[in-house]
Every structure is written in structure tokens, then in C-alpha cells.
């Protein structure tokens, strides 16, 4: 994981995330999810989103499948809206895949595993 600070336990916002799943907030974004040494899959979600509830457990089963080449981050905007304004991020759920620094892919809304490990392939 990039940056040496502690990466916040999603455990305590989101029960059913395992700790590898991290939370982003516009004060870490830059090191933790731009500055990282591996491409982050980063979830753009709020607590009142059904749709992101139902994108929770993909992936998390992702990043257990991907652990160690790809990293996953949660960012919730009602919290954090700087992060989301500076992608043009306007639904959610919106994951977008950052690599080197740079967003490479974006995946909105709600899909079947099936979408998410295409889009991702080139990650996972």
C-alpha cells in the first residue's frame, strides 16, 4: 500500500468489508490512491445508495482474487466531494480504476460480476 500512514478499518462504516477494502478521503486521495505503487480500483459510493450495496461484495471478492496486483479503496462522496467533483463523478455507484497516477477506467452503476471482471481484466 502506498504512503506509510494507516489506512482507515472499513469495517466500522461497512460491516460486511474486510479490512483489505480501505477508505480514501479528499485529505489521502493523492497518496493513497494516486501515489500508490499499484493500480486502485476506487468505489465512489454514500450510505443511502442501494445500488452500492449491492456492488459491496463484488468487490470485495475481487480484491481477495486480485490481492497483491490491485489494490481497492471506498470513498464516500457526501463526505468527501472534492475527490468525486475533481472526476466528474455524477452517479454512483461509479468505480474508476487508477494506475500511475492517472484514471484509466471508469465502470457507473450497478452490474453483474461478469461486467467488473471484463472492465478490469487488464488489472486483475
Given at each position: 500500500?502506498?504512503?506509510?500512514?494507516?489506512?482507515?478499518?472499513?469495517?466500522?462504516?461497512?460491516?460486511?468489508?474486510?479490512?483489505?477494502?480501505?477508505?480514501?478521503?479528499?485529505?489521502?486521495?493523492?497518496?493513497?490512491?494516486?501515489?500508490a505503487?499499484?493500480?486502485?480500483?476506487?468505489?465512489f459510493?454514500a450510505?443511502?445508495?442501494?445500488?452500492?450495496?449491492?456492488?459491496?461484495?463484488?468487490?470485495?471478492?475481487?480484491?481477495?482474487?486480485?490481492?497483491?496486483?490491485v489494490?481497492?479503496?471506498?470513498v464516500?462522496?457526501?463526505?468527501?466531494?472534492?475527490?468525486?467533483?475533481?472526476?466528474?463523478?455524477?452517479?454512483?455507484?461509479?468505480?474508476?480504476?487508477?494506475?500511475?497516477?492517472?484514471?484509466?477506467?471508469?465502470?457507473?452503476?450497478?452490474?453483474p460480476?461478469k461486467?467488473?471482471?471484463?472492465?478490469?481484466?487488464?488489472?486483475?
Amino acid at each position: 500500500m502506498a504512503g506509510d500512514s494507516p489506512r482507515t478499518c472499513p469495517e466500522e462504516a461497512w460491516p460486511g468489508y474486510s479490512a483489505r477494502v480501505f477508505e480514501v478521503t479528499d485529505d489521502t486521495f493523492d497518496r493513497d490512491v494516486l501515489q500508490a505503487d499499484m493500480p486502485v480500483v476506487l468505489d465512489f459510493w454514500a450510505p443511502w445508495c442501494g445500488p452500492c450495496r449491492k456492488v459491496e461484495p463484488i468487490l470485495e471478492q475481487l480484491e481477495t482474487e486480485a490481492r497483491g496486483r490491485v489494490e481497492f479503496a471506498k470513498v464516500n462522496i457526501d463526505e468527501n466531494p472534492l475527490v468525486a467533483a475533481r472526476y466528474g463523478v455524477l452517479s454512483i455507484p461509479t468505480a474508476i480504476v487508477f494506475a500511475d497516477g492517472e484514471p484509466r477506467d471508469t465502470l457507473i452503476g450497478a452490474r453483474p460480476r461478469k461486467h467488473y471482471e471484463r472492465a478490469l481484466q487488464a488489472w486483475l
